[in-house]
């Protein structure tokens, strides 16, 4: 593994990502859900949208934060936060600093950093979009290595094996993410390449294996990337954050062999590290949150879905070195609401998406040193949405269990691996419910949790990758029906990639 300073951790390798729910692991999330639908964190799955029409819709008449107050189990209510810079989504003035039912937290103050609300503005220009590099060759199906026990009698699959093979990188494989670029149905990798200011693109072959097709310019030192069809064209565009020059990469609209055409890149905050795809509207189109690690900010990008483009939509003061965050809808009234792991404090900040648009008072939750990624999900089955973050400095992961009055309970450890720094939420065993993975960097492994037919979650299974592995991403590589992983390795400048075998006794 490579050990690196902190300080170079946080700035130059660090904190992969955040990965929201759904967003990495099941096939309808990650290709994107269409008109009309989102996605549903607690399965992965596209579900409608509710509308004004649905019985126990919520408009804008009400407050989003329940003034509760602290119970007896020791939940935290969502009330009892801290302020943070509450951004606007509807484009209106800033709210004036003012919040109805204070309760008993802090007050809010300067809520009025609103950057660009709402506005349409240009999208971004169009930079190189990079060129077809040696098209057509093919880099290494990989050796294999554990071929695992095949068993799988058909029930539940608690010990996963895998067919190994490893795939040559460049450039410094700092993340991954899996899904169809070129049009032929076959999932393909996209690796962002953090030293070579670009993405690579593998395209997925018959068996699992994977063909080098090309590269494609971002920005500088990009960190990190996810892909969603954000113009709605119904092709996955590629997000990119671009740590050295404050930008977004957007790479869409296909070209040559169906991969991508365009390239736009959007300004956001200092140090953007992560992409979170969700919805931060009341649209049906992907939103995308940027992580600012050394600005401290997150910035929204929306959709406009009209012109198929991201526009600006505000940024948000959230704290102190944000890594990973996550979207999803803690407090239950349908509007989402955002997480974000803050990797120098060793906490959860969580903004409840406020009625008139904009973002609450942040409820501060304690987790363990370093979460650099955070995910979102029901984990113990009982319903409330919960969270997990990968605490880079330690041997576990933190999970925040949610109490049925949208609070938390104090965080509980989960171990696993040395250093974990990013998680996935897939289902790695096929049985249909969705499991976790996490990347430990420190031990060149990656830890299976797989999720009982209860809800909760397994004991850690370690299966060995490469070095310093901090990307992860699932699809079925090999088209047999069972979810197969991949692993991106920034020591080793390789990919891990893992197809599915059957089970051990
Ligand atoms: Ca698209
Ligand atoms: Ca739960
Ligand atoms: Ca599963
Ligand atoms: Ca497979």
Redesign the pocket.
């Known amino acids: 593994m490579i050990r690196l300073g902190w300080g170079s951790c946080v700035f130059a390798v660090g904190a992969l990502v955040a990965m929201s729910g759904c967003n990495d692991g099941v096939a309808q999330c990650r290709d994107g859900c269409p008109t009309g639908t989102r996605c549903d964190e607690a399965t992965g799955l596209c579900v409608r949208r509710p509308t004004s029409s649905d019985a126990g819709f919520v408009d804008d008449a009400g407050s989003v934060v329940d003034a509760g107050s602290q119970t007896d189990s020791g939940v935290v209510p969502l009330d009892g936060g801290e302020p943070v810079d509450a951004g606007r989504l509807d484009g209106g003035a800033p709210d004036g600093g003012e919040r109805d039912g204070g309760a008993d937290g802090g007050q809010l103050v300067d809520a009025g950093s609103v950057v660009d609300a709402g506005s349409v503005v240009d999208a971004g220009s169009v930079v190189d979009a990079g060129s077809v590099v040696d098209a057509g060759s093919v880099v290494d199906a990989g050796s294999v290595v554990d071929a695992g026990s095949v068993v799988d009698a058909g029930s539940v699959c608690l010990r996963p094996t895998f067919r190994t093979l490893t795939i040559p990188s460049v450039g410094g494989p700092i993340g991954v993410a899996a899904g169809d670029v070129t049009g032929d149905t076959l999932p393909d990798l996209v690796v962002a390449n953090h030293f070579d200011g670009g993405v690579s693109i593998l395209t997925g072959r018959d068996g699992?294996a994977f063909t080098f097709w090309g590269f494609r310019s971002t920005g500088q030192k990009p960190y990190f990337v996810r892909l969603a069809d954000l113009d709605g064209d119904g092709r996955l565009d590629a997000v990119v954050p671009n740590q050295d020059d404050n930008t977004v990469t957007v790479l869409s609209s296909p070209g040559d062999a169906g991969v991508w055409s365009r390239a736009a890149n959007h300004p956001v905050g200092a140090g953007p590290v992560s992409v979170t795809i969700g919805p931060l509207n009341q649209d049906p189109w992907p939103d995308v949150l940027v992580s600012n690690l050394t600005g401290g900010s997150a910035t929204l990008l929306v959709t406009d879905g009209g012109a198929g483009r991201l526009v600006p939509a505000g940024s948000i003061a959230i704290g102190v070195e944000p890594h990973g965050a996550a979207i999803a809808d803690f407090t239950g009234d349908g509007r989402p609401d955002l997480a974000f792991a803050h990797f120098a404090e060793g906490v959860v900040r969580l903004a409840p998406g406020l009625a008139g648009g904009g973002y609450g008072m942040a409820l501060v939750l304690p987790v363990g040193p370093a979460p650099r990624a955070i995910i979102a999900g029901d984990f113990n089955g009982d319903g409330p949405m919960d969270l997990l973050t990968a605490d880079y400095f330690t041997q576990g992961l933190s999970a925040l269990f949610g109490g049925a009055d949208g609070g938390f309970l104090p965080a509980t450890v989960i171990s696993v691996g040395s250093g974990p720094a990013a998680l996935l939420h897939a289902d790695v065993n096929g049985d249909g419910r969705a499991d976790v993975v996490v990347a430990n960097a420190n031990d060149d492994s990656i830890s299976l949790l797989i999720a009982s037919s209860s809800g909760t979650l397994g004991p850690a299974i370690a299966v060995p990758v490469g070095d310093t592995p901090f990307g992860l991403a699932s699809s079925?590589?090999?088209?047999?029906?069972?979810?197969?992983l991949v692993v991106s390795n920034f020591g080793s400048n390789d990919l891990t990639v893992l197809?599915?075998t059957g089970c051990s006794p």
Do not use: T
């Open positions: 699992g079925d590589f090999d088209r047999d029906g069972r979810p197969d197809l599915r």
